[in-house]
C-alpha cells in the first residue's frame, strides 16, 4: 500500500510543480508522477527532509526538486524543438 500511496503524493507534487511552472509534464499522468518522484529525490539530495511529510516525501523538498525538475525539461524541450 506504501508504494500506491508514493504514486499518488509523485503524482500530485508533479502536478502542483507544473501549475506552479506553468509548462505541462510530457507523458501526461505518468510525466506527473515521474516528475514528483524524481523531484523529491533531487529536492532531498539538495535540502535534507525538513517540514511535513506525507507518502515517505517531505513535502516543501521534494516540491522544489519537482518544480526544477520540470523547468529543466521544458528547457531541453524548447531547445530540442528550435534545433529541430
Given at each position: 500500500m506504501s508504494f500506491i500511496w508514493s504514486l499518488i503524493v509523485g503524482?500530485?507534487?508533479g502536478?502542483?510543480?507544473?501549475l506552479i511552472v506553468g509548462k505541462d509534464v510530457p507523458g501526461g499522468v505518468i510525466g506527473?508522477?515521474?516528475?514528483?518522484?524524481v523531484g523529491a529525490w533531487i529536492g532531498s539530495s539538495l535540502l535534507g527532509s525538513w517540514g511535513p511529510v506525507i507518502g515517505g516525501f517531505a513535502i516543501i523538498p521534494a516540491?522544489?526538486?519537482a518544480i526544477i525538475l520540470?523547468?529543466?525539461?521544458?528547457?531541453?524541450?524548447?531547445?530540442?524543438?528550435?534545433?529541430?
Open positions: 503524482g500530485i507534487l502536478w502542483i510543480a507544473s506527473n508522477i515521474v516528475a514528483g518522484i516540491l522544489i526538486g520540470i523547468f529543466i525539461i521544458s528547457l531541453i524541450m524548447k531547445g530540442s524543438r528550435k534545433a529541430g
